[in-house]
């Protein structure tokens, strides 16, 4: 049962990560600021590939069920701890 919500959660992630990705990415902003939506997207997909990948090949591998969950967790939590910091330093 936790190996299935584990996967779901995984596949959640899947399509924020690449709902974010596209967003950052074809977001035709202002050439002067494209290097930071290359930046960020660069950021999310490490984030992606240090939470939610590892969860879900732990998941796979039927092993650590519970440390799995918890960085499937990981990725909507840190993604929203990050996109919190940014608001908060805009003027």
Do not use: E, H, K
Not at 45 to 54: D, G, K, S, V
Request: proline share 4%; charged share 10%; glycine share 6%.
């Amino acid at each position: 049962m936790m190996q299935r919500a584990v996967y779901i959660l995984c596949a959640v992630d899947l399509a924020l990560w690449a709902l974010i990705l596209a967003a950052l990415l074809l977001s035709g902003s202002d050439p002067a600021t494209a290097g930071l939506d290359t930046a960020a997207a660069a950021a999310v997909t490490i984030l992606f590939a240090l939470t939610a990948l590892p969860a879900f090949l732990l998941a796979r591998a039927r092993r650590a069920l519970n440390l799995s969950l918890g960085l499937a967790l990981a990725f909507p939590g840190a993604f929203t701890l990050l996109l919190i910091g940014v608001a908060v330093s805009l003027p």
